[in-house]
């Protein structure tokens, strides 16, 4: 397993991904870098080697919040039950500034009474912006809950971004 620390341009946000073989495990971010950092782990992670695929990450998630990109073209590796994969599945399928409910999500799927399953599969996402659970709101249209760095705000960002 591999891992890479990086910057997206015009963006204080720090991400981590995490990756094997050219397919993203795992995206995580935060304000501060140093949240990101394993101990175990930091000095691989500070080694200058890169690979074409975790550039090719970081290029698409520059191209993203530069608002040129609308849907990545990143292999992933998710794991989880049938349930979890079909919502994985759905999310990913939200288009770009477009928003659905759990509801909706929980409908889509043919699961018309787990929508507060949705959401705990929605919680559980390890590669958020990327699988879009940011898309993914309350049956009022409201934020309800986001598996990223920077909660409710961030989400909201993420919207915003995505409308303008």
Same mark, same amino acid.
């Given at each position: 397993m591999n891992q890479k620390i990086f910057q997206v341009d015009n963006l204080h946000y720090h991400f981590k991904i995490t990756y094997s073989k050219n397919k993203l495990y795992n995206l995580s971010f935060s304000e501060d870098k140093n949240n990101l950092i394993e101990k175990q782990l930091s000095l691989k992670i500070s080694n200058n080697t890169t690979s074409k695929f975790a550039k090719e990450v970081q290029n698409q998630l520059n191209a993203y919040f530069q608002r040129r990109l609308k849907k990545f073209d990143i292999p992933v590796h998710i794991e989880g039950s049938e349930f979890s994969l079909k919502v994985f599945k759905e999310m990913s399928k939200i288009?770009?500034?477009?928003?659905?409910?759990? #509801?909706?999500?929980?409908?889509?799927? #043919?699961?018309?009474?787990?929508? +507060?399953?949705?959401? +705990?599969?929605?919680?559980?996402?390890?590669?958020?912006?990327?699988?879009?659970?940011? +898309?993914?709101?309350?049956?009022?249209?409201?934020?309800?809950?986001?598996?990223?760095?920077?909660?409710?705000?961030? #989400?909201?960002?993420?919207?915003?971004?995505? #409308?303008?």
């Open positions: 288009p770009y500034g477009k928003t659905k409910s759990y #509801k909706q999500v929980a409908e889509k799927i #043919k699961e018309p009474k787990s929508a +507060r399953a949705v959401g +705990r599969v929605s919680g559980s996402n390890k590669i958020p912006i990327i699988i879009p659970c940011h +898309r993914i709101v309350g049956s009022n249209g409201e934020l309800v809950g986001y598996s990223g760095g920077g909660g409710l705000l961030f #989400k909201s960002y993420l919207q915003l971004l995505e #409308k303008s």
